[in-house]
């Protein structure tokens, strides 16, 4: 399994800003996606925001707005740009990818994935 790995974290105020990087991406299965996802204390992981294969991209509420995930293929990295940081975005950020297969018993496309990294720690203080 590929190991992927992350950048960028750090401790910051409230209102302010980071840029979490992920390298190490290395395979390209179709209906392929990267995404953010988080975990804090205490609580389940949860998905921050993902980017499809076709370039569509999707966010948790909590962070719509304050956000943004890109990618850039030349350098197989996928960043994550973090405005208005909250405390509550405190948490240990993971970036992942997979691909989507369809699930006939569920009727649906369900994603399966194939490559986590081992986080970064994101602290914001009040």
């Known amino acids: 399994q590929v190991q992927l790995q992350e950048s960028g974290g750090g401790s910051v105020q409230s209102g302010g800003s980071l840029r979490l990087s992920c390298l190490g991406f290395r395979y390209r299965y179709p209906n392929y996606f990267r995404q953010w996802l988080r975990q804090a204390p205490g609580k389940e992981r949860e998905k921050v925001a993902t980017v499809e294969e076709d370039g569509s991209t999707s966010y948790a509420d909590s962070v719509k707005g304050r956000f943004t995930i890109s990618q850039d293929d030349t350098k197989n990295t996928l960043y994550l740009q973090m405005n208005s940081l909250k405390p509550e975005d405190t948490a240990m950020y993971y970036c992942?990818?997979?691909?989507?297969?369809?699930?006939?018993?569920?009727?649906?496309?369900?994603?399966?994935?194939?490559?986590y990294g081992q986080g970064t720690q994101v602290t914001v203080s009040s």
């Open positions: 992942a990818s997979g691909h989507k297969l369809w699930s006939e018993r569920n009727r649906r496309w369900e994603e399966d994935y194939d490559d």
